[in-house]
C-alpha cells in the first residue's frame, strides 16, 4: 500500500515496508479471529435439549445414571475403571516390594 501524498522513498524501504505491513495486517487478522472465537456471542444458534435430556436422565428403566448418556458414557467408565484399578494394583506392588528390602550380599 503506497500514500499518494507523500514522497516515494527508495525502492528497499518501500519493499521492507509493504512486508511490515503485510506482516502486521497478518497479526491483527489472526487477533480478530482468536477474539471471535472467544466470544460469547455465537454465531450458530444452538437449540436447547435441556427437556430432552431430562427425560433421558429422569427415565426409570433401571440403568445408572452414569451410563444413561450412552455408548460414549460407557466407553468413559470402563476406561476409567480399568485405570483405577491398574493404579491401585501398582500401588500394593509398590508397597509390598518396598516393605521387603533386597537382601546385600
Known amino acids: 500500500m503506497v500514500d499518494h501524498l507523500r514522497a516515494p ?4 524501504t ?4 509493504g512486508a511490515e505491513t503485510s506482516n502486521m495486517t497478518n497479526f491483527m487478522v489472526l487477533g480478530q ?3 471471535r472465537s472467544l466470544s460469547t456471542s455465537g454465531r450458530v444458534h444452538l437449540q436447547n435439549r435441556v427437556r430432552e435430556k431430562q427425560k433421558i436422565f429422569q427415565a ?18 470402563r476406561i476409567t475403571m480399568g485405570i483405577s484399578i491398574v493404579g491401585a494394583c501398582l ?8 516393605s ?4 546385600s550380599p
Open 9 to 12: 522513498l527508495s525502492e528497499d
Open 14 to 17: 518501500e519493499r521492507t515496508k
Open 33 to 35: 479471529r482468536f477474539s
Open 60 to 77: 426409570d428403566n433401571n440403568v445408572p445414571v452414569h451410563l444413561k448418556g450412552g455408548l460414549g458414557d460407557l466407553i468413559l467408565y
Open 100 to 103: 521387603f528390602p533386597k537382601k
Open 91 to 98: 500401588s500394593i506392588f509398590t508397597i509390598f516390594k518396598a
